[in-house]
């Protein structure tokens, strides 16, 4: 089966760094999503790789390790804004995206 | 401003009723899609349709059904047949190209059945 393992909650401090793992079993692999996504709120798109290494976006960065099935999602400075919860997507041989389950980022001033 | 809406962002109905949720694009996207969003889990796929007049069912189509008669829209139907439809639909749409990328997403409709 597919598979897409994310923590489920993590906490962080204002202006500090935070990095949320995500592991992967798909068949096939096409491309890996970050989506972000407030309370009640559509997700939003963060970042797309499909090749290995780091991009990136601002205080976003993205890593992937294709070898591995693995990215993570890397927050520098953090702030209040980004309590959210972030997706994880991978697009599979059939060009479907499975998404994981989120992890809830709560900051804490 | 182009983009997808959806409504209405809250929803109730009585048990037993059929209820269609909209969406509507105006981006020029061929891709349309239906999720459903569960508290803890991921979005999972109930359909989608790549080109006018054809859908294809996700890993979730028992209790809905869809149509697709015009681009630009892409209703679903939440059947009485759905056992526990009580649930945060979201619709997105790209491009048919398979190397889309990003999926665009409406505002949501929060369905509650009681």
């Known amino acids: 089966g597919q598979n897409i393992d994310q923590p489920t909650e993590m906490t962080a401090t204002e202006g500090a760094i935070v990095q949320i793992n995500c592991t992967y079993q798909?068949?096939?692999?096409?491309?890996l999503f970050w989506y972000q996504q407030h309370a009640g709120e559509a997700p939003t798109f963060l970042s797309y790789?499909?090749l290995d290494g780091l991009e990136e976006k601002g205080r976003f960065s993205s890593f992937l390790s294709r070898s591995k099935g693995y990215s993570y999602l890397l927050l520098k400075e953090l702030q209040m804004k980004d309590s959210a919860s972030y997706l994880c997507?991978?697009?599979?041989?059939?060009?479907?995206?499975?998404w994981g389950a989120g992890t809830k980022l709560i900051i804490k001033p | 401003d182009g983009g997808i809406t959806q409504s209405p962002k809250y929803l109730f109905r009585k048990e037993g009723q059929n209820v269609t949720l909209s969406c509507e694009q105006n981006?020029?996207?061929?891709?349309m899609y239906w999720y459903r969003q569960d508290p803890g889990q991921g979005l999972r796929l109930i359909y989608y349709?790549?080109?006018?007049?054809?859908?294809q069912k996700g890993d979730i189509a028992e209790g809905y059904s869809v149509s697709r008669e015009k681009k630009e829209s892409f209703p679903l139907t939440v059947t009485s047949a759905q056992k526990n439809p009580t649930a945060f639909y979201l619709c997105?749409?790209?491009?048919?190209?398979?190397?889309?990328?990003?999926?665009?997403f409406g505002p949501g409709t929060r369905l509650t059945v009681l």
């Open positions: 997507a991978v697009l599979d041989s059939n060009y479907q995206l499975i």
């Open positions: 798909t068949s096939g692999f096409n491309g």
């Open positions: 790789n499909v």
């Open positions: 981006l020029n996207h061929d891709a």
């Open positions: 349709s790549q080109i006018v007049n054809d859908f």
């Open positions: 997105a749409s790209n491009t048919r190209e398979l190397d889309a990328g990003e999926q665009f």
